[in-house]
């Protein structure tokens, strides 16, 4: 994730701008129309791209542009049926609601995307002919959908994921202040036919939380009052909700004075058959030589990043991952191993590189 465009975007505030983005045959709001344009337009060849939902033709279509598929907000409103709105006050763009519910800010630099208050630097919505389109790879990574996209024929279905059965709701711990707030959103789990392991899924989640607000309020207890003001903000994404596990990202971001804040980011891979927090070994448990063979590829990988600083010597923990379709992420925290403008050095593993032919990660959560 890019932390300086992290850092800019919590910063934009009033210098955000909606563009007057228009919306498959109409206008957001009055209030999007009567402000400046966004960005300059690409210049890149661009191709059509059909649209179908559930295997059948839609009205809408998308862009492939700069190698990747671009998919209007108008078609997530109008054949998906996620509410989109904008709010005067934020200057912002909702789409979609509950644990899904992604942002947009207009700005003249950008237009940045958060998920449950989860920013996300590796991705970025575009103004295109002034209308809004976000990646593709935004919905099947966060947004709970899948596709089927030929190159050749310029056509991409899209699908609901078939995920595990239960729901996941966004709760939030708030305390309001004009030179201090804290809010904080975090997910919570029903629906699972175990009790107790839903309990524990929620505990975990929650305690960490709760935990990172009091040592907030202890920091603003300690505010000296001719200090800039403090500001204290969590969100979380889920980045896997199949085969019987449940992985999720959150990170808490804090600003108490200095050139920037400081973020910190947990992940957590439950089990929701007994809601035991998984570690990488219990996912690569096939491979005896899991731990060997990972660690060589981050070594070298990682050595490879800019503003490595050194010290890498394998790693000291197997809670710092999180899940994707067929995959594992390894992530390193801010400072730990590199510059902090590297920002969450980051590094996916495909199951099949991990694990021998034939075997699967999942056999024993389903």
């Known amino acids: 994730m890019n932390i300086i465009l992290k850092e800019q975007a919590r910063k934009w505030g009033t210098g955000i701008m909606a563009a007057s983005l228009l919306l498959g045959g109409g206008v957001l ?42 998919v209007p907000v108008s078609f997530l409103r109008d054949t998906l049926g996620m509410p989109v709105t904008y709010d005067k006050t934020d200057k912002t ?19 940045a995307i ?22 593709y790879d935004l919905m099947t990574d966060y947004l709970g959908y899948q596709g089927d ?4 024929t310029g056509r991409l279905n899209v699908m609901k994921q078939k995920q595990n059965p239960i729901t996941i709701t966004t709760e939030s711990f708030v305390k309001e202040s004009e030179v201090a707030p804290i809010k904080l959103d975090y997910p ?6 175990n009790a107790a392991a839903q309990k524990s899924i929620n505990d975990t989640i929650k305690q960490l939380v709760l935990n990172y607000a009091a040592d907030a309020e202890k920091q603003i207890a300690n505010r000296a009052q001719d200090d800039r003001p403090y500001e204290f903000q969590g969100g979380y994404v889920v980045t896997y909700n199949k085969d019987g596990v449940l992985s999720l990202v959150t990170e808490q971001y804090g600003y108490t004075g200095g050139a920037h804040g400081m973020t ?14 998984l570690l990488i070994g219990d996912l690569l448990k096939a491979n005896p ?11 070298k990988r990682i050595k490879a990043e800019g503003g490595y600083l050194g010290g890498f010597t394998g790693l000291n923990t197997e809670k710092y991952f999180y899940l994707k379709e067929g995959k594992l992420v390894v992530f390193f925290q801010l400072y730990e191993y590199t510059a902090y403008a590297s920002g969450f050095p980051q590094f996916d593993f495909t199951f099949k590189e991990l694990l021998p032919d034939g075997s699967s990660p999942f056999a024993a959560f389903k």
């Open 29 to 70: 709001s009055a209030g999007a129309a009567q402000a400046a344009p966004a960005a300059a337009q690409a210049k890149a060849a661009q191709s059509t791209v059909v649209l179908k939902w559930n295997g059948s033709i839609t009205q809408q279509t998308g862009i492939l542009s700069g190698g990747k598929v671009w």
């Open 93 to 111: 763009y909702s789409i979609g609601k509950g644990n899904t519910l992604t942002k947009l800010m207009v700005s003249d630099y950008s237009i």
């Open 114 to 135: 958060s998920v449950n208050n989860y920013f996300l630097g590796d991705y970025e919505a575009k103004n295109i002919n002034n209308r809004l389109y976000i990646p």
């Open 149 to 152: 996209w030929s190159a050749a």
């Open 188 to 193: 919570q789990v029903s629906g699972l036919a």
């Open 264 to 277: 910190l980011r947990n992940a957590f891979t439950f089990s929701l058959k007994d809601g035991k927090r």
């Open 289 to 299: 030589n899991y731990k060997k063979e990972l660690n060589t590829k981050l070594s």
